[in-house]
């Protein structure tokens, strides 16, 4: 029914590329465990034809439209001037930072709208922020991935957690959350057949490590309220 899509392809039509285009597709798969009004995607495969013969064949994953998103969830996206992350509805906003320092993705901004779109839906009084491309997401670890210069980080497999003030109360809060979700995370990640069996390990692995900066309060006050 629809007649936009947005479709996303490898860089380089190889088996590593391929895997990672996948890797990519299944972090927002991930998302849907802490985030129900999240852009929907859908692995495809491709032919590419020229005067009758098949010269191509790839993954790709389409991903949804806004206007489709908004009919979907009778939601607004605010597409028009500037939001400081004290604009969100504060849980969604947490949620949504905690889930970008898991899979280790800095390549995101509130001010200008960078790789997050700003949506209104009707079960929350205030905006929320809607992560995606998540391709320069450490849990990827795309070759050409690097963070911007002014992170006090070298690759991007190194987790950095900003662009929030976050208070000891709320941090504590949001880990026992993420406690709470772990499981559905791990099952994601065994359900994901499509990846190899290598993929899924280290995806698992990645998230792991994650979890070990949750094990006591000082980890979670010294990683998440340092702002």
Not at 1 to 20: H, I
Not at 67 to 88: C, E, M, N, P
Not at 95 to 110: E, H, L, P, R, S
Not at 192 to 201: I, P
Request: glycine content about 4%; hydrophobic content about 35%; charged content about 30%.
């Amino acid at each position: 029914s629809q007649d936009n899509l947005k479709l996303v392809l490898p860089c380089r039509n190889d088996n590593g590329y391929q895997e990672r285009l996948k890797m990519e597709h299944f972090v927002y798969d991930l998302y849907s465990v802490v985030e129900p009004y999240h852009l929907e995607s859908k692995l495809v495969r491709l032919e590419f034809w020229w005067e009758g013969k098949l010269k191509e064949n790839m993954v790709g994953f389409l991903i949804e439209d806004e206007d489709h998103y908004a009919k979907r969830l009778d939601a607004r996206i605010v597409t028009f001037g500037r939001i400081g992350s004290s604009g969100f509805d504060r849980n969604s906003f947490l949620k949504f930072c905690f889930f970008q320092y898991m899979i280790a993705n800095t390549d995101w901004g509130v001010g200008n709208k960078h790789n997050l779109e700003v949506v209104k839906v009707p079960a929350y009084q205030m905006v929320i922020p809607i992560a995606y491309d998540f391709d320069y997401s450490g849990i990827i670890n795309q070759p050409y991935a690097v963070p911007t210069k002014n992170l006090p980080i070298k690759y991007v497999t190194q987790r950095h957690f900003y662009k929030t003030k976050v208070g000891e109360e709320e941090a504590i809060a949001m880990a026992n959350y993420y406690k709470e979700i772990k499981l559905e995370f791990m099952a994601k990640c065994d359900s994901a057949l499509y990846l190899k069996e290598k993929s899924r390990k280290n995806m698992k692995k990645f998230i792991e490590a994650f979890y070990k900066k949750l094990e006591s309060e000082k980890s979670i006050l010294r990683t998440f309220t340092k702002n």
